[in-house]
């Protein structure tokens, strides 16, 4: 006579079981947390490619370039709408320099340097260039702040930007690095981006990472100011 009950308590438990392992496997499956990541064995490092490797120096044809991203160059620097933006870009986990001086004209005369070699910084225009020597969207400095310093509230692109900067930026490649052979990977305030990586918008305090073959160990979440 006990053995239907014993084996009724042993499906109830069979059930109650399966249920807590069911509840167990559907709380793991959060959305990934960006904000700080490890090396993944499964992204191997990015190889050297033919062309378009790291370092990516700053253009000698700047104001061309400014024009090709639909930018207008001016004679000083206009601060009615002044926001920044923070790029990080690294290679194998390893960051690499966002070099100052994109979108300046450093051979115009106006245009003042400080320091030197991969450290300068470019600027302080007091008395305006006799021509166009600043575009709207530009980096002083190596310490990867993109500014945007323009007479308009027209928030800039991170597409611009790399036009300015010479580099190629599409949702396949970044310079010479390209999917699928090698991992290229966007992250906006250390959450992966998927989009086309250039309409991201260079709102102020807007941190973004391109990252290339093996990862960093931890992502940036957030502007370093």
């Known amino acids: 006579m006990r053995r239907p009950a014993v084996l009724l308590i042993a499906l109830l438990a069979a059930l109650v079981l399966a249920g807590a392992c069911s509840s167990g496997s559907k709380g793991s499956s959060k959305s990934e947390s960006t904000t700080s990541e490890a090396p993944t064995s499964s992204i191997p490092p990015a190889a050297q490619p033919a062309q378009g490797a790291l370092p990516w120096a700053a253009p000698a044809n700047p104001m061309e370039l400014a024009a090709q991203a639909s930018l207008t160059p001016e004679t000083a620097e206009s601060l009615q709408f002044h926001v920044h933006a923070h790029l990080d870009?690294?290679?194998?986990?390893?960051?690499?320099?966002?070099?100052?001086?994109?979108?300046?004209?450093?051979?115009?005369?106006?245009?003042?340097?400080?320091?030197?070699?991969?450290?300068?910084?470019?600027?302080?225009?007091?008395?305006?260039?006799?021509?166009?020597?600043?575009?709207?969207?530009?980096?002083?400095?190596?310490?990867?702040?993109?500014?945007?310093e323009s007479k308009t509230p027209t928030p800039n692109k991170l597409g611009q930007f790399f036009t300015e900067w010479g580099v190629k930026l599409d949702a396949t490649c970044v310079g010479g690095y390209c999917k699928?052979?090698?991992?290229?990977?966007?992250?906006?305030?250390?959450?992966?981006?998927?989009?086309?990586?250039?309409?991201?918008?260079?709102?102020?305090?807007?941190?973004?990472?391109?990252?290339?073959?093996?990862?960093?160990?931890?992502?940036?979440?957030?502007?370093?100011?």
């Open 180 to 225: 699928p052979d090698t991992s290229v990977l966007i992250y906006v305030n250390g959450k992966k981006f998927t989009g086309d990586p250039t309409t991201i918008e260079l709102a102020d305090k807007t941190e973004i990472a391109v990252v290339i073959g093996s990862l960093p160990s931890s992502i940036p979440s957030k502007a370093p100011f």
């Open 89 to 148: 870009v690294f290679l194998n986990g390893t960051a690499q320099l966002v070099p100052g001086g994109i979108g300046i004209d450093i051979t115009n005369p106006g245009v003042h340097t400080f320091g030197s070699g991969d450290q300068a910084q470019y600027g302080g225009i007091t008395t305006p260039c006799d021509k166009p020597c600043i575009s709207p969207l530009h980096t002083h400095g190596p310490d990867g702040i993109l500014h945007t």
